[in-house]
Protein backbone atom coordinates (compact mmCIF):
# COMPACT_ATOMS: atom_id res chain seq x y z
CA UNK A 1 0.00 0.00 0.00
CA UNK A 2 1.47 3.22 -1.21
CA UNK A 3 2.69 5.75 2.22
CA UNK A 4 1.48 9.40 1.88
CA UNK A 5 3.76 11.97 3.10
CA UNK A 6 2.84 15.41 4.85
CA UNK A 7 5.87 17.45 3.61
CA UNK A 8 5.56 21.08 5.40
CA UNK A 9 7.79 23.29 4.01
CA UNK A 10 7.75 27.12 2.84
CA UNK A 11 10.98 26.90 0.83
CA UNK A 12 9.97 25.96 -2.37
CA UNK A 13 13.22 24.45 -3.98
CA UNK A 14 13.37 22.28 -1.09
CA UNK A 15 10.15 21.53 -0.92
CA UNK A 16 10.04 20.58 -4.89
CA UNK A 17 12.90 18.20 -4.06
CA UNK A 18 11.65 16.64 -1.54
CA UNK A 19 8.32 15.47 -3.20
CA UNK A 20 10.27 14.57 -6.27
CA UNK A 21 12.49 12.60 -4.25
CA UNK A 22 9.64 11.04 -1.77
CA UNK A 23 7.41 10.02 -4.99
CA UNK A 24 10.18 8.97 -7.02
CA UNK A 25 10.53 6.11 -4.45
CA UNK A 26 6.33 5.16 -4.43
CA UNK A 27 5.21 7.87 -1.86
CA UNK A 28 2.42 9.83 -2.42
CA UNK A 29 3.30 13.34 -1.19
CA UNK A 30 1.38 16.74 -0.13
CA UNK A 31 3.08 19.56 0.15
CA UNK A 32 1.57 22.73 1.98
CA UNK A 33 3.97 25.68 2.72
CA UNK A 34 2.79 27.33 6.31
CA UNK A 35 2.18 25.92 10.02
CA UNK A 36 -1.33 26.71 9.96
CA UNK A 37 -1.88 24.90 7.05
CA UNK A 38 0.05 21.94 8.66
CA UNK A 39 -2.10 22.29 11.88
CA UNK A 40 -4.97 21.97 9.38
CA UNK A 41 -3.84 19.17 6.67
CA UNK A 42 -1.74 16.98 9.81
CA UNK A 43 -5.02 16.12 11.52
CA UNK A 44 -5.70 13.97 8.45
CA UNK A 45 -5.81 10.28 9.53
CA UNK A 46 -4.76 9.37 6.14
CA UNK A 47 -1.19 10.49 6.05
CA UNK A 48 1.61 8.00 7.25
CA UNK A 49 3.84 10.52 8.34
CA UNK A 50 4.89 14.29 8.37
CA UNK A 51 7.74 15.71 7.49
CA UNK A 52 8.20 19.19 9.52
CA UNK A 53 10.21 22.33 8.88
CA UNK A 54 10.74 24.20 11.92
CA UNK A 55 11.46 27.94 10.75
CA UNK A 56 7.67 28.41 8.93
CA UNK A 57 5.40 31.64 8.36
CA UNK A 58 2.11 31.31 10.70
CA UNK A 59 3.37 29.26 13.18
CA UNK A 60 6.56 27.78 13.67
CA UNK A 61 7.55 23.46 13.71
CA UNK A 62 7.37 23.27 17.44
CA UNK A 63 3.93 24.97 17.45
CA UNK A 64 2.61 22.89 15.05
CA UNK A 65 4.15 19.62 16.79
CA UNK A 66 2.69 20.63 19.82
CA UNK A 67 -0.99 21.47 18.29
CA UNK A 68 -1.23 18.47 16.92
CA UNK A 69 0.25 15.88 19.56
CA UNK A 70 -2.44 18.15 21.97
CA UNK A 71 -5.29 16.97 19.13
CA UNK A 72 -4.31 13.63 19.87
CA UNK A 73 -2.96 13.13 16.20
CA UNK A 74 -0.41 10.16 16.64
CA UNK A 75 0.96 10.03 13.38
CA UNK A 76 4.96 10.36 13.31
CA UNK A 77 6.82 13.41 12.80
CA UNK A 78 10.25 14.06 11.57
CA UNK A 79 11.72 17.87 12.08
CA UNK A 80 13.88 19.34 9.07
CA UNK A 81 16.03 22.21 10.64
CA UNK A 82 18.84 24.06 9.60
CA UNK A 83 19.64 24.69 13.58
CA UNK A 84 21.68 22.01 14.70
CA UNK A 85 21.93 23.62 18.65
CA UNK A 86 21.35 20.65 20.96
CA UNK A 87 18.69 22.34 22.59
CA UNK A 88 16.75 22.88 19.35
CA UNK A 89 16.92 19.09 18.79
CA UNK A 90 15.74 18.17 22.38
CA UNK A 91 13.05 20.97 21.92
CA UNK A 92 11.87 19.21 19.01
CA UNK A 93 11.98 16.09 20.70
CA UNK A 94 9.82 17.52 23.66
CA UNK A 95 7.22 18.92 22.40
CA UNK A 96 6.31 15.28 20.09
CA UNK A 97 8.82 15.47 17.28
CA UNK A 98 9.78 11.43 16.49
CA UNK A 99 12.92 12.30 14.61
CA UNK A 100 15.10 14.99 13.36
CA UNK A 101 17.26 15.90 10.47
CA UNK A 102 19.83 18.77 10.08
CA UNK A 103 20.07 20.73 6.51
CA UNK A 104 21.59 20.54 4.57
CA UNK A 105 21.04 16.36 4.56
CA UNK A 106 21.64 13.86 1.51
CA UNK A 107 18.52 12.97 0.62
CA UNK A 108 19.41 9.05 0.98
CA UNK A 109 19.80 9.40 4.31
CA UNK A 110 16.35 11.60 4.57
CA UNK A 111 14.65 8.82 2.91
CA UNK A 112 15.99 6.22 4.82
CA UNK A 113 15.02 7.93 8.41
CA UNK A 114 11.34 8.70 7.10
CA UNK A 115 11.45 4.66 5.83
CA UNK A 116 12.05 3.64 9.60
CA UNK A 117 10.39 5.89 11.19
CA UNK A 118 6.98 4.50 9.69
CA UNK A 119 8.12 1.02 9.90
CA UNK A 120 8.25 1.58 13.57
CA UNK A 121 4.76 3.12 13.33
CA UNK A 122 3.58 0.23 11.32
CA UNK A 123 4.29 -2.60 13.94
CA UNK A 124 1.21 -4.36 14.68
CA UNK A 125 -0.05 -3.77 18.29
CA UNK A 126 1.15 -6.09 20.72
CA UNK A 127 -1.02 -8.40 22.90
CA UNK A 128 2.10 -9.26 25.40
CA UNK A 129 5.68 -8.41 24.98
CA UNK A 130 9.12 -9.96 26.93
CA UNK A 131 12.22 -8.57 27.64
CA UNK A 132 14.57 -9.73 30.07
CA UNK A 133 12.63 -12.49 32.38
CA UNK A 134 9.78 -9.86 32.44
CA UNK A 135 6.50 -10.82 30.41
CA UNK A 136 4.18 -8.11 30.17
CA UNK A 137 0.26 -9.14 28.82
CA UNK A 138 -1.37 -6.01 27.59
CA UNK A 139 -5.14 -7.68 27.14
CA UNK A 140 -4.87 -8.96 30.97
CA UNK A 141 -2.45 -6.28 32.60
CA UNK A 142 -0.58 -7.73 34.17
CA UNK A 143 3.16 -8.04 34.40
CA UNK A 144 5.04 -10.80 35.93
CA UNK A 145 9.01 -11.43 36.45
CA UNK A 146 9.98 -14.89 36.05
CA UNK A 147 7.27 -16.98 38.22
CA UNK A 148 6.43 -13.92 40.28
CA UNK A 149 3.59 -11.28 39.77
CA UNK A 150 4.85 -7.72 39.99
CA UNK A 151 2.03 -5.25 41.23
CA UNK A 152 2.50 -2.18 39.23
CA UNK A 153 -0.28 0.73 39.65
CA UNK A 154 -2.26 1.75 36.74
CA UNK A 155 -0.06 4.83 36.21
CA UNK A 156 3.08 2.40 36.51
CA UNK A 157 1.79 0.01 33.79
CA UNK A 158 0.76 3.14 31.61
CA UNK A 159 4.34 4.03 32.05
CA UNK A 160 6.07 0.81 31.06
CA UNK A 161 3.83 0.46 27.94
CA UNK A 162 4.53 3.63 26.54
CA UNK A 163 8.10 3.06 26.93
CA UNK A 164 7.75 -0.35 25.23
CA UNK A 165 5.53 0.90 22.39
CA UNK A 166 8.57 3.75 22.10
CA UNK A 167 10.79 1.72 22.69
CA UNK A 168 14.95 2.33 21.39
CA UNK A 169 13.69 6.31 21.42
CA UNK A 170 14.72 9.24 23.49
CA UNK A 171 11.80 10.34 25.68
CA UNK A 172 11.63 14.08 26.53
CA UNK A 173 9.65 14.49 29.96
CA UNK A 174 6.82 16.47 28.73
CA UNK A 175 6.41 13.27 25.91
CA UNK A 176 5.88 10.71 28.70
CA UNK A 177 4.10 12.92 30.52
CA UNK A 178 1.79 13.26 27.28
CA UNK A 179 1.72 9.58 27.07
CA UNK A 180 1.38 8.19 30.39
CA UNK A 181 -0.54 10.80 32.05
CA UNK A 182 -2.18 12.29 29.35
CA UNK A 183 -2.65 16.26 27.50
CA UNK A 184 -3.29 18.88 29.39
CA UNK A 185 -2.05 17.44 32.83
CA UNK A 186 0.16 19.12 35.15
CA UNK A 187 2.76 16.99 36.03
CA UNK A 188 6.34 18.31 37.23
CA UNK A 189 9.38 16.61 35.71
CA UNK A 190 10.05 15.32 39.83
CA UNK A 191 7.19 13.19 39.43
CA UNK A 192 7.89 11.92 36.48
CA UNK A 193 11.33 11.14 37.49
CA UNK A 194 9.98 9.27 41.01
CA UNK A 195 7.68 7.03 38.76
CA UNK A 196 10.27 5.90 36.54
CA UNK A 197 12.12 5.32 39.84
CA UNK A 198 9.52 3.96 41.34
CA UNK A 199 9.17 1.36 37.98
CA UNK A 200 12.98 0.41 37.58
CA UNK A 201 12.53 -1.00 41.59
CA UNK A 202 9.82 -3.31 40.36
CA UNK A 203 11.09 -4.59 36.85
CA UNK A 204 15.12 -4.28 37.27
CA UNK A 205 17.58 -6.84 37.75
CA UNK A 206 19.76 -3.95 39.85
CA UNK A 207 17.98 -0.12 40.12
CA UNK A 208 20.56 1.60 40.57
CA UNK A 209 22.10 0.15 37.58
CA UNK A 210 18.84 0.01 34.75
CA UNK A 211 19.65 -2.63 31.97
CA UNK A 212 16.48 -1.74 30.48
CA UNK A 213 15.36 2.12 31.28
CA UNK A 214 18.34 4.06 30.83
CA UNK A 215 18.52 8.05 31.58
CA UNK A 216 19.16 10.49 28.62
CA UNK A 217 21.07 13.40 30.33
CA UNK A 218 19.39 16.58 29.99
CA UNK A 219 16.25 15.29 28.49
CA UNK A 220 14.39 12.30 29.83
CA UNK A 221 14.42 8.71 29.46
CA UNK A 222 15.09 5.99 27.00
CA UNK A 223 13.66 1.79 26.93
CA UNK A 224 16.10 -0.85 25.13
CA UNK A 225 14.00 -3.65 26.48
Known amino acids: MTKRVLVVEDE ?32 DPRFDGIVLDIMLPKKDGFTVCRELR ?37 PPE ?27 DFV ?22 TFIRLRGRALGRQRIIDEAWGHDTFVTARAVDNQVTNLRKKIEPNPSEPR ?9 YRFDG
Do not use: C, N
Request: net charge negative; aromatic share 8%; proline share 5%.
Open 12 to 43: PSIAMALEDELTHHGYEVEVVRDGQAAVDEGR
Open 70 to 106: ALGVRTPILMLTAKSQEQDVVRGLEVGADDYVTKPYR
Open 140 to 161: RREVRQGSRPVALTPLEFRLLE
Open 212 to 220: FIFSVRGFG
Open 110 to 136: LRARIQALLRRSSEPTLDTYRFGDVDV
